[in-house]
Antibody, heavy 121, light 107 residues
Framework: QVQLQESGPGLVKPSQTLSLTCTVS??????????WSWIRQHPGKGLEWIGY???????YYNPSLKSRVTISVDTSKNQFSLKLSSVTAADTAVYYC?????????????WGQGTLVTVSS | DIQMTQSPSSLSASVGDRVTITCRAS??????LNWYQQKPGKAPKLLIY???SLQSGVPSRFSGSGSGTDFTLTISSLQPEDFATYYC?????????FGPGTKVDIK
């Protein structure tokens, strides 16, 4: 059973960089056919896809966040990470990591439990 | 971006009711449509992928249909554990987008 777990600071100051890590267990991040995503949910709101990374390191980011987002992967630790720079209060949200299954269909089949990140001084 | 809309935004229903939620895409997305269930404080859970394929372990009272721009999630007989918010998500475009959600609560 694949499990994902987010970790990182729950409080970040405005203008600083938000950094989160997702640790994958029960499966290898290097397995082909899967992409590894970050998704966020503002309090009481809907879901916003941030971007994904493949184990090879190829990435794609939501254009609305692209200038501030970096997603990286560490296959030796079975982890992938999110960095979001120059944060403001509008970046306060629950951040989820998720596995995207890609065969002939694409869907998020495993999710982390989510971690609330608050941007405040 | 492909915009996703859902209707209704919320509904009240009783245990045993048949519930239908509609999702509409701003352009044709073929069958690249997924449905998720989210309970308060929890991560979304995949219910239906590719518009009509039931994810492993999901009860058969959940079903999905549609293609192109219009899609439906149906719960044939609502159970107490089904009270939650439901989201559709398109995976046709590389820029994945979600609908705003439909909250199903107890009448």
């Amino acid at each position: 059973q694949v499990q994902l777990q987010e970790s990182g600071p729950g409080l970040v100051k405005p203008s600083q960089t938000l950094s989160l890590t997702c640790t994958v267990s029960g499966g290898s991040i290097s397995s082909g056919g899967y992409y590894w995503s970050w998704i966020r949910q503002h309090p009481g709101k809907g879901l916003e896809w941030i971007g994904y990374i493949y184990y090879s390191g190829s990435t794609y980011y939501n254009p609305s966040l692209k200038s501030r987002v970096t997603i990286s992967v560490d296959t030796s630790k079975n982890q992938f990470s999110l960095k979001l720079s120059s944060v403001t209060a509008a970046d306060t949200a629950v951040y989820y990591c998720a596995r995207e299954s890609r065969s002939s269909e694409y869907y998020f089949d495993y999710w982390g439990q989510g971690t609330l990140v608050t941007v405040s001084s | 971006d492909i915009q996703m809309t859902q209707s209704p935004s919320s509904l009240s229903a009783s245990v045993g009711d048949r519930v239908t939620i509609t999702c509409r895409a701003s352009q044709s997305i073929s069958s690249y449509l997924n449905w998720y269930q989210q309970k308060p404080g929890k991560a979304p859970k995949l219910l239906i992928y590719a518009a009509s394929s039931l994810q492993s372990g999901v009860p058969s009272r959940f079903s999905g249909s549609g293609s192109g721009t219009d899609f439906t999630l149906t719960i044939s007989s609502l159970q107490p554990e089904d009270f939650a918010t439901y989201y559709c998500q398109q995976s046709y475009s590389i820029l994945f987008t979600f609908g705003p959600g439909t909250k199903v609560d107890i009448k």
